[in-house]
């Protein structure tokens, strides 16, 4: 069954230092997302992703992060200068349709990278 | 969006049926309503979703209430593996996010 894949699973970084998250989605899947979980916390929104522009972000996804597909298969987030609170897991999903076919479709997770800021 | 409402948590013994209801009253006429679940450790996983008419999968069935401001995931034969969080959200043509909220913690008793 296809899935999407996330590397790494555990990422430990110092405050300030740049991370970037990397996910593989299902290979027909047109629209890409970033969410992610502080422990013992709902899951978020931070970005969604199609055509290879952002469509949608949350107020969380401010200037430090970024996302991009740099090969077409890819699809990273960035963050550029790590502070404590962005530890967290940090989940890729990808799902096949677009417009607005989309309510009506299914989204599929990785499972996630743990990112910790020390 | 449209507001939802879960119960924090609920048990279920192994091998019986579980009833998941979420209350959600404010939905529009177009929203589809999806459920997810997370198992401990895990990403959200999709388990089924519908708009009008009550729909089964291999997962679970989905009951929507006629006036649509309600619906009851039901998992058939509950096993220790269904133990997880179950989010029920509304999806609809405003937004491409999947807006989680806290969803029922289902525990399962062997």
């Known amino acids: 069954e296809p899935e999407v894949t996330q590397t790494p699973s555990h990422q430990v970084t110092q405050m300030g230092q740049e991370v970037i998250l990397r996910c593989v989605p299902i290979?027909?899947?047109?629209?890409f997302y970033w969410y992610r979980q502080i422990l013992g916390q709902k899951v978020e929104f931070l970005v969604s992703?199609?055509?290879?522009?952002?469509?949608?972000k949350s107020e969380i996804f401010d200037d430090q992060f970024s996302v991009e597909r740099p090969d077409g298969s890819n699809f990273t987030l960035k963050i550029r200068s790590t502070k404590l609170e962005d530890s967290a897991m940090y989940f890729c999903?990808?799902?096949?349709?677009?417009?607005?076919?989309?309510?009506?479709?299914?989204?599929?997770f990785g499972q996630g990278t743990r990112l910790t800021v020390v | 969006d449209a507001k939802t409402t879960q119960p924090n948590s609920m048990e279920s013994n192994e091998e019986e049926p579980v009833h998941l209801p979420c209350n959600h009253s404010?939905?529009?006429?177009?929203?589809?309503i999806h459920w997810y679940r997370q198992l401990p450790s895990q990403g959200p996983e999709y388990v089924i979703h519908?708009?009008?008419s009550n729909v089964n999968n291999r997962m679970a069935s989905l009951a929507i209430a006629e006036d649509r401001k309600s619906s009851t995931l039901i998992l058939h034969r509950a096993t220790l593996r269904d133990a997880a969080v179950y989010y029920c959200?509304?999806?609809?043509?405003?937004?491409?996010?999947?807006?989680f909220g806290k969803g029922t913690k289902l525990s399962v008793i062997p």
């Open positions: 999903a990808s799902s096949e349709q677009a417009g607005a076919a989309f309510m009506n479709t299914e989204a599929f």
């Open positions: 404010t939905i529009s006429g177009t929203d589809y």
């Open positions: 959200i509304p999806r609809g043509a405003g937004s491409y996010q999947l807006t």
């Open positions: 290979s027909n899947h047109l629209y």
């Open positions: 519908g708009l009008t």
């Open positions: 992703f199609y055509n290879n522009e952002i469509s949608e």
